[in-house]
């Protein structure tokens, strides 16, 4: 049922490519449209050096529950096939987050969407970044999903030792070397002072969190403490889903189990 709908959206044209901007960078990714107006919103952040292919599937998801839903390109976060402008030498969690509240404003604007139903959802760093942008847009986003956020990158940063990078925390390279890519100075600059717990604690919405037990470079202990950080604001609804051996992204079975809870988080 699910994949004739979404043979009848390409047939329509309703899977189409969008863009924005921040600032004088562009940002490309895709639209996918469900039938009908003032539609509720979806946006789907991608991961470290992976781009909007990786979470292309979670995006048709949301589509399937009546959301218009997007996933896009981070500037300069992509290791290879980016389509949106940048360098991975300026890209940073900061900016990652500027270029989600711009996609936000883009798809807030569009005449066919409803502006106060949005639900953000990212995988890893991308996890981090949606709960950021989460925590300053506040009441504009109504639904916050996060697989296996990477909550840990200031730490790693103060550590010296970010996926791949190794580096003195102490006295930051103009460039970090980080396996394939190439990271500039305020990869590890913008969050050495961070407590993500802090910042995140400000948004007061619908949480999910799904994590591996698993998970060797995101520990699961982050997963717990974010999920203690949200209820103890006393606001809105918080869900810890702990996928047993899951790791660092989910194999088949586990995705399907990780998107059967998101199903029923938006169900509410």
Known sequence: MVKGMFGNLREKGQISPFSCRRGGLAIRGTEYRPEGDHLPIA?????????QETVRHYAEMFAGLGHVSYCFDFSGGCVMMGKSD??????????????????????QNLPYTDGENVT??????????????????????????LFYPALCIPDDARAGKMMFAKF???????????GPMKLGKRYAADVMEMDPFA???KYAGDVLIVHGTADELVHVRYAERA???????GTGTVRLR???????????????LAMDEVRRFMAG
């Open 86 to 107: 940048g360098k991975t030498t300026d890209m940073s969690v900061l900016t990652e987050v500027e270029d989600l509240k711009a996609v936000v404003s883009y798809v």
């Open 227 to 233: 999920y203690e950080t949200y209820l103890g604001r």
């Open 199 to 201: 910042e995140i604690q």
């Open 43 to 51: 946006i789907v952040c991608h991961g470290f050096m992976a781009n």
């Open 242 to 256: 702990l996928i047993d051996g899951g790791g660092h992204m989910f194999s088949r079975e586990q995705d399907a």
């Open 168 to 178: 003195d925390p102490n006295n930051l390279p103009e460039v970090i070397r980080c």
């Open 120 to 145: 953000l959802m990212g995988c890893s760093q991308g996890g981090f970044v949606s709960a950021l942008a989460a925590a300053e847009l506040k009441e504009q986003v109504k639904k916050l999903v």
